[in-house]
């Protein structure tokens, strides 16, 4: 473990700005606290100073480059001038207006594995690690406050941290979907809530005819969102293994492929919804659940959103999960005919893997994924990062037997048809029918990518797979400026502002790139 102060001069004007829980709940677009920038996950700037007006005039402030990283995936925290930037076991505290190093965290853990970010809340900054821990560091001078080891059956932990309530949430990566929560001043266990019911215990009658329960599902690997409001906490849950194969599982396998509402005091379910029941397309449900106010049928309603990696566009009901509205976001989707009227998918029949490999539309790699989704209020449109296409799922064999070191049926690969290979787009739906409004095609990107970020200043930004960040028009979609950043892009754009003036960052490969308006003279 390595800790090294550079320059704690450049917090002194910071020390007595710790963010508080209502800091987090407020979230001052001067600010980023958060994985998605605020409790309801839009990614919704409230800045304006680079707008539609004057983006052609941005450029690079500064570059700071990860020692030692090669593809970053985690988003920064900027908390009042100060950006935290991490990669798996690391933190770098950095001067937000100029990129120079404040200090370094570096934590001696074998294993690697993807980071997508910490948390921040009074003076301490939260960040998990590849050996399953949970470390407090001092916001300061990045000395370590505390340190908790996960509980038993966590692998790693490589989400961003949800602070709520004076606790640290977090999901993990391990053999069943966990969700746990830590006392965010001493780090102490309060309680952790599984996607794999046991036997006895509801749900585990959705997991007949075998033992493939033992073997897990329902991964909990990105950052869920909260309802102050209802004090609810949001996270989306992955696929029921073995993956490919649903022979000895036979049911809807809950609570896999869902979004679950927790009381993030007790970790008591209040409810779930499950969109992809008995999942044998590795379909997981974890894109982050975006929360939105909006009238719907003529009546206010506090609504969630999510695109899923199925192809379907959801709206829920977050007071109480109640399916209001789906309809496909992708024009390729061969493996349902449509949605019943409680949102339950109607199966089109021999669209599961075989031996011989079967296509199914969209990809197992998901109508999207992972990047993280939108929603502009002055536009009332949700963006998603989209892919077309389809795959060729296989299934490894006709008596596969999971174990505790494999429970992967098999894969898939990318369809070799030239009208349903992969192809990104960006598109905006109208936030509660899913009505395409408008689409960006993302030339030569195929596959992940990066997510988007919305701003009042009329903006979406949306990286590429090829290195590319391009500024659209929220309403209509047009590019009005792009930068080749000359390396991958897997991480989600940003903004915040210090002393008045805006900056919107990218990570892109080892670095990270802010970007602003020419001085003004």
């Known amino acids: 473990m390595k800790t090294r102060l550079v320059a704690s001069f450049l917090l002194a004007a910071s020390t007595g700005f710790s963010q508080s829980y209502l800091d987090l709940v407020k979230a001052d677009p001067s600010n980023w606290l958060s994985y998605s920038g605020s409790f309801g996950a839009q990614r919704h700037s409230a800045l304006k100073q680079v707008n539609t007006g004057n983006v052609d005039n941005l450029m690079v402030k500064w570059i700071y480059h990860v020692p030692r990283a090669v593809e970053l995936e985690g988003v920064p925290i900027v908390s009042n001038g100060v950006m935290y930037v991490t990669q798996s076991n690391e933190v770098e505290a950095l001067d937000a207006r100029s990129g120079r190093l404040i200090w370094q965290y570096q934590r001696s853990t074998a294993g690697a594995g993807h980071n997508r970010g910490v948390a921040v809340y009074e003076r301490k900054v939260y960040l998990g690690t590849t050996d399953a821990s949970l470390i407090a560091l001092d916001e300061r001078t990045g000395s370590v406050i505390w340190e908790t080891k996960m509980l038993n059956g966590a692998r790693y932990q490589g989400g961003a941290p949800l602070v709520v309530n004076n606790k640290v949430i977090v999901g993990l990566y391990s053999t069943s979907g966990l969700v746990d929560a830590y006392d965010a001043e001493t780090g102490k266990p309060l309680w952790r809530w599984s996607a794999l019911p046991k036997p006895g215990e509801p749900g585990s009658e959705t997991w007949a005819g075998g033992d493939a329960w033992k073997f897990g599902g329902g991964p909990t690997w990105l950052t869920g969102s909260y309802d102050p409001e209802l004090n609810l906490i949001y996270w989306g ?258 903004a915040y502002s210090v002393l008045g003036n805006e900056y919107v960052t990218l990570v892109s490969g080892p670095n990270v790139i802010a970007f602003g308006l020419p001085d003004r003279k």
């Open 237 to 494: 849950t992955g696929q029921a293994n073995p993956d490919f194969i649903g022979d000895k599982r036979t049911g809807d396998n809950l609570y896999t492929e869902c979004v679950v509402a927790l009381d993030p005091d007790t970790g008591k379910l209040k409810w779930y919804f499950q969109f992809t029941p008995h999942d044998v397309h590795d379909w997981d449900a974890v894109e982050v659940p975006v929360l939105v106010n909006a009238q719907f049928e003529g009546q206010p309603r506090k609504l969630l959103v999510q695109a899923n990696r199925n192809g379907y566009y959801y709206v829920l009901d977050r007071t109480n999960g109640k399916f209001l509205h789906g309809t496909p976001f992708v024009k390729l989707l061969t493996w349902s005919s449509g949605l019943t009227s409680d949102g339950r998918p109607i199966l089109v029949p021999g669209k599961e893997p075989t031996l011989q490999g079967n296509l199914v539309c969209p990809a197992t790699a998901g109508a999207t994924n992972w990047p993280s989704p939108a929603y502009n209020p002055d536009t009332h449109y949700f963006y998603a990062v989209v892919t077309e296409g389809c795959s060729i799922n296989y299934r490894g064999s006709d008596n596969f037997q999971a174990t505790a070191v494999s429970s992967s049926g098999t894969g898939y690969i990318e369809s070799p048809e030239e009208q349903k290979r992969w192809q990104n787009y960006v598109r905006a739906l109208d936030v509660t029918t899913g009505k395409l409004i408008w689409e960006y095609k993302q030339i030569g990107s195929n596959h992940y990518g990066p997510g988007l970020l919305s701003t009042a200043g009329g903006l979406l930004f949306a990286g590429d797979n090829q290195g590319v960040l391009t500024a659209l028009d929220v309403r209509g979609g047009k590019p009005l400026w792009h930068f080749s950043a000359g390396e991958k892009i897997t991480a989600s754009p940003m």
